[in-house]
């Protein structure tokens, strides 16, 4: 078995995480019956696809990919074939659990190569082919040497943890086998890599243009809209860029140690965020010439922000919404509401981390810990005009007969940086002004009216 | 070379079949024994398609259970905390290719539960067979463990539909059913519980279908109808829990020449010489569309790519108008595949599909389609599993003259649109 229960141990105890300083248990095992959520493969799925010019081989029966392929929005400008959105699965039978699946492995490997002719191959394994056994290491260094592409075993199978871990797994992967593996032709003064950053939506294209208009270049991204070559001399980068998500924080720290590049962790959701982010990146570099222009590009987009925003401002002053999301959302979209004039009463913190929870003290007031219980209540106490949560919470805002914002669902507009909150203001008013809410909640002629 | 892996693939596994049969019985919470993942995926795959959220749960096995549990440990886990929340009337339990790789004897734990949880417990492994086997094998399971042996018959039909009939197919096949005067109970039954409807809040189990109780007392059918190639057997499967049962088979209820058969047969179970009027004038509407749309469908090449049964049913509506099918791809092997008239037919996937494809072609097949036709400009119906793109999945109809007459304008319109760019 191949799977590296030192690594997986450490990266549950990361030393970098907040939680792990505070209470003795690890990141917690998914209890049977009582688990939402994807497994450790979706989470290396989600940090690595979006290597549009390598292939992603799945070794696995159906369901692992035949579910999952051509499922998430990140774009990417590659010119070549685009394998974020394509599904390729060695597809083991009850013969390959019988005889093992080498074979099989090897021969897609050959196959890909000769048709597809991609930059690198990564190669999942997933549970069943854990449990066979299949030697994938020594198939993918073989064919490495034989045909001179990075042949990466990603070992994230999905019974080991959740889609954070598969994530921070894929992420080992990738600093074992990749980074540093090739020298850039130079080495710009100002180069950051973006980590975490899987441009969804292309929300990583609403700021990336800013941050080159300031002077800093963009070495590499994990992994949105990413390159193979760059990804390889991530190393000589001189700022990570944790992008919201917090499951590669272990890289960026190994990183650290290993090539002497700090990190830092922003967000860029709505204008004070995305704003601070640059300031943060900008700042690290402590050069006086690029704080300067970086704080003349953010007062320009400032600017040119808040008069597109003026009509939607209007419809927006004063109302109120309360917000139940999860993870950095919790805050981070919070914020971004706020930046467009609304009042945020409460936030649910019951899908936050420990380090989210701290966080969205400081923008919201009210923290909600149930919301199944707390939130219908808030809405009536505090005159509240607009639920921002998940298709769950639909039924209460059609009862209290106000607008909703799915915020869960898969979105496919970018609500990133200074562009996306014009995004999200241009949703949250139609949302406000579109009277399906109201109409949906009428009774029907044959029920007997409650009110 | 032949191609050793599949490249996007169009099969899906058994274990999702097996969660859409239970999610057709009222109150049923499906339990997949694997990994957190395999429900995740499945969950979300059936939420986006159907716009509504799909009940199931998960055993959770981790990479400790995996080796030191033969499932005892996580699945009467799973139960407690289920249980401990809500009162399913029904657990759903079925396998995935890790515990079948374990090798866990389910039986044996079923049957240890059994006394104080209702449940059912079916073997699908996703390293074999496809949708429409894990399907079929979970109501084997149901007939098996739950319907009880009877003697006497009673006004009712039992109706097995295949798994890529919509919730309103089957809704549709119910009422036709009945307007012949019998009572229906379609095993199983999404027509209420993945229609799409509003209710009064969002629930942790399946919403509506079929009750635990209904199901028991299927053994009373005067007969079972299935349709389907995949469901046959189980229409013979429930005839063994009463001697007195017949059964009606229909590979397919799509175009005029199947319907009328469907219809016929039900005239003469039910003795009567002629149907509602309201079937009388769907067929003539049919007649009537099938001349309509000849003019643009006839010589039409398409190309074919959804579970069997589903391109059987397609084939024999399009067919009808002079519709000539190109290619037949099939993401697993059926027997009903020889019935389509089609000189390629081949167990593949999407990559497979792409030889077939030029702007003359309609492509019928799921979402993962708009991407083959923006590369080769082809029209693009979409049908099967997964549909995230276009809204209202769970209402089409491409069943008897009713659902023929619709589909033959639609693809009519399909094709006509796709001429004008």
Known sequence: MMVNKKQIKELLNESACTHNEQKKSSCDKPKPGATSGGCAFEGAQIALFPFADAVHLVHAPSTCLGASWETRATPSSYEGENNTYLGYCTNVTAHDVIFGGNKKLEDSIEYIIEHKNPKAIFVYETCVTAMIGDDMDNIASRMEAKYGIPIVVVHAPGFVGSKNLGSRLAGEAVLDKLIGTKEPAQIHPFGINLIGEYNVTGDMWQYTPILEKIGIKVVSTLAGDGRIENIQTAHRAKLNVIVCAKSLVTLCRKMEERFGIPYISVSFYGKRDTSNAIRSIVGAFKNEELSRKAEEIIA???????SRLLPYREILQGKKAILNTGGNKSWSIASALQDIGIEVVATSIAKATLEDIE??????????KSPANEQAKLIDEHNVDILLAGGRSLYTAIKKKIAFVDVNQEKKISYGAYGGLENLAKDVCAAVKNPVFRVVGTPAPWEVSNA | MLKPLEVNPLKLSQPMGALLAFLGIKNCMPL?????????FAKVFFTRHFNDPIAIQTTAVNDITAVIDGGDYSISEAVKNITSKVTPELIGLFTTGLTETKGDDIR???????????MVYVHTPDFEGGLESGYAKSIEAIIEQLVEPQEQIEQKITLIPHVSMTPLEVERVKEQIELFGWSVFALPDI???????????????????ISVSQIKDLGSSHAVITIGNSVYNRGEKLCTKNQKMKHLHFDTIGGLKASDIFYSKLMSLSHLSQPHASIMRWRKRLQDALLDTHFILGGCKVVLACEPDQMLSLSSILTEAGVEIKAVISPVKSDVLVNIPSSHIIIGDLDDVEEFLDDHTLLITNFHGERLAKKYHNALLTRGFPNYETLGNQLKDDTLYQGSTQLLFEVANCMQANHHI
């Open chain 1, 300 to 306: 320009k987009e400032e600017e040119a922000l808040e």
């Open chain 1, 359 to 368: 966080i969205a003290r400081q923008y919201v007031p009210i923290l909600i």
């Open chain 2, 32 to 40: 997949m024994h694997g990994a957190q993942g395999c429900a995740s």
């Open chain 2, 108 to 118: 044996g734990v079923a049957s240890m539960l059994q006394p104080q949880h209702a």
């Open chain 2, 191 to 209: 027509s209420e519980s993945l229609d799409g409807h509003l209710g009064q809040k969002q629930g942790a189990l399946s919403s509506n279908g």
